[in-house]
Antibody, heavy 118, light 106 residues
Framework: QLQLQESGPGLVKPSETLSLTCTVSGGSISSSNYYWDWIRQPPGKGLEWIGTIYSSGSTYSPSLKSRLTISVDTSKNQFSLKLSSVTAADTAVYYC???????????WGQGTLVTVSS | DIQMTQSPSTLSASVGDRVTITCRASQSIGDWLAWHQQKPGKAPNVLIYKASSLESGVPSRFSGSGSGTEFTLTISSLLPDDFAIYYC????????FGQGTRLEIK
């Protein structure tokens, strides 16, 4: 059974860079049919898609594109998120997830809360 | 950007009721729509994809319909486990979620 696990600092200072890693177990991140995504959810609010990485590239949310980098490390079976110049508005639970060949979310991590505060 | 608007924002219902949640897209998305259920402190789970296809393992009391800009999620007979937040999500262009519908016990 595929499992995804987010890791990274739970507290980031304003103007700094938020960095998270998603470790994938029970399957290979190198499989060509899948998309590896980041989604976030501010406390008490709805879901916001951040971006995705796949075998032939990556796609970012237009609203975050200027601050965002998503990368993959196939040797560690991980993919990562870097979001620069964070503000309090970036405080959220951050989820990593997989989309299958039908582009449907089929596996999610448990989520990790990142708070932006000095 | 494609905006997704759900209605109602909150729905109060009883066990055994039939309920319908509506999702409207700001432009046509074909049938590139999914529905998710989220419970407190948990990641979402997909219920429906391609507007009307039931995800494997999801009970048949859940059904989806629609195409273009208007979509519905119907739960035919509510069970206690169904009280949760429901999100629609388009994947025609980038990915956008609706704001959510909270289904609460009346």
């Amino acid at each position: 059974q595929l499992q995804l696990q987010e890791s990274g600092p739970g507290l980031v200072k304003p103007s700094e860079t938020l960095s998270l890693t998603c470790t994938v177990s029970g399957g290979s991140i190198s499989s060509s049919n899948y998309y590896w995504d980041w989604i976030r959810q501010p406390p008490g609010k709805g879901l916001e898609w951040i971006g995705t990485i796949y075998s032939s590239g990556s796609t970012y949310s237009p609203s975050l594109k200027s601050r965002l980098t998503i990368s993959v490390d196939t040797s560690k079976n991980q993919f990562s998120l870097k979001l620069s110049s964070v503000t309090a508005a970036d405080t959220a639970v951050y989820y990593c997830a997989r989309r299958n060949g039908d582009r449907v979310f089929d596996f999610w991590g448990q989520g990790t809360l990142v708070t932006v505060s000095s | 950007d494609i905006q997704m608007t759900q209605s109602p924002s909150t729905l109060s219902a009883s066990v055994g009721d039939r309920v319908t949640i509506t999702c409207r897209a700001s432009q046509s998305i074909g049938d590139w729509l999914a529905w998710h259920q989220q419970k407190p402190g948990k990641a979402p789970n997909v219920l429906i994809y391609k507007a009307s296809s039931l995800e494997s393992g999801v009970p048949s009391r859940f059904s989806g319909s629609g195409s273009g800009t208007e979509f519905t999620l119907t739960i035919s007979s509510l069970l206690p486990d169904d009280f949760a937040i429901y999100y629609c999500q388009q994947y025609y262009s980038y990915i956008t979620f609706g704001q959510g519908t909270r289904l609460e016990i009346k």
